[in-house]
């Protein structure tokens, strides 16, 4: 059961001061289209409203440029419905 409130309330936290960003990439098998990436996109922007977001629906990837910790990310896109799944090496 997936309760609406919750999906709907903020999950921002708390950025450090005087933290460097990173670059962060996600694969998301789902996100097949441009309706897909507004979801995801504005998932990662409930965590952190200052990243700086990149889709590439086709490659089905996602980049976010933040000063978090990549878990948190991770877990609202899982509740999003938008799981990351690493890529298989070749």
Do not use: W
Request: proline fraction near 11%; include cysteine; aromatic fraction near 4%.
């Amino acid at each position: 059961m997936i309760d609406i409130a919750t999906l709907s309330t903020p999950k921002v936290v708390a950025v450090p001061l005087n933290q460097e960003n990173t670059m962060l990439q996600f694969h998301i098998p789902n996100m097949t289209c441009g309706s897909c990436a507004r979801p995801v996109r504005d998932a990662l922007l409930s965590v952190d409203p200052l990243a700086q977001i990149e889709t590439d629906t086709p490659a089905r990837q996602v980049r976010v440029e933040s000063a978090l910790d990549e878990a948190a990310f991770i877990a609202v896109l899982a509740e999003a419905g938008y799981p990351h799944q690493p890529q298989p090496r070749p």
